[in-house]
């Protein structure tokens, strides 16, 4: 989604102080999604294609166990891939770069992930193929960017593993959308749910995965739901309602003490100064030469 950045000068206490969008329905459905495959002894590597200042990758790699890689890729302050992607990242992300995605997440965990700094396209040759279990991708907006990227997601998930698309239905990344649902009508990818802005799909056999979704929300009173059918797929339509956040730790700068802010001086208006009767006698008189004859003979007659 196109934004406006603006680099923080304070460290993150909690999560929500990291810039960002990350929806409070994401996060649970991320939690969900991530602890189920967990519960069934599902191992498999991580990985966020756009990271932006952080706060999604900073959720995800609190699930990240021994034994798994998780790996992160973004463009931060390095060169894009083609005029198109250039133009989109100095408009949307022009002030990110790689130290303030590096500070923000080891705010809240010991170590980084790996890294790669550049395009979407560098993830292929980097991470091995049916390796990752979860993979998101929020990157580049265009049409071209996006479709490979969901390429690069089917060869590097496991067979049941879950993608899940971020900006597929905002009225400014159509891109996106004709991308998300070209995989759903011709590239196989499997529906599971909607939120506000994220798809979340599978590769697998998403019957199961929506069973357990649809009983954890029945059971929920902050969470609006709906099924629908399209083109052969069932699709669970989620909206939050006042749902709180899945609780997470702050950060290790949650007990420093914040330092006061100084005020901004506001400077003091300027004295205002009394007309004397000289000064408003030669204000009349200006007006009195400058107004049209009828109305100057008028008002000489009313000072008399």
Not at 38 to 52: I, N, P, W
Not at 141 to 166: K, Q, R, S
Not at 194 to 208: M, R, V
Not at 280 to 302: E, F, G, I
């Amino acid at each position: 989604m196109a934004i406006t950045t603006q680099e923080t000068t304070r460290p993150p206490r909690r999560l929500d102080d990291v810039p960002g969008w990350f929806p409070v329905l994401d996060q649970l459905l991320f939690d969900w999604f991530l602890n189920r495959q967990e519960a069934a002894g599902m191992q498999g590597d991580l990985l966020e294609v756009g990271v932006y200042m952080g706060k999604s990758a900073i959720f995800t790699g609190r699930h990240l166990h021994p034994g798994e890689k998780y790996t992160v890729c973004d463009l931060f302050e390095g060169d894009a891939p083609d005029d198109a992607n250039r133009a989109e990242s100095t408009k949307s992300y022009s002030k990110l770069t790689r130290r303030i995605f590096e500070e923000n997440y080891l705010a809240f965990h010991d170590e980084l992930p790996r890294v790669l700094q550049g395009p979407s396209s560098v993830v292929s040759s980097e991470v091995a193929p049916g390796s990752c279990r979860f993979v998101h991708i929020d990157a580049s907006h265009l049409y071209e960017h996006v479709h490979g990227d969901i390429g690069a997601a089917h060869d590097l998930l496991l067979p049941e593993g879950i993608v899940v698309l971020d900006d597929f239905r905002s009225e400014h990344t159509p891109g996106v959308s004709i991308a998300t649902w070209e995989a759903v009508l011709n590239r196989g990818l499997n529906p599971i749910c909607i939120s506000t802005q994220k798809l979340y799909g599978t590769w697998g056999d998403a019957g199961p995965v929506q069973e357990a979704l649809l009983e954890m929300v029945q059971g929920r009173t902050d969470c609006d739901l709906s099924t629908q059918e399209a083109a052969g797929h069932r699709i669970i339509r989620l909206k939050s309602r006042g749902m709180r956040a899945p609780e997470f730790p702050p950060s290790r700068y949650a007990d420093v003490p914040e330092e006061p802010v100084e005020p901004t001086p506001v400077p003091a208006a300027p004295p205002v100064v009394a007309s004397t009767p000289r000064q408003r006698s030669r204000v009349r008189r200006v007006a009195v030469d400058l107004m049209p004859p009828v109305l100057t003979r008028a008002l000489r007659k009313a000072m008399r």
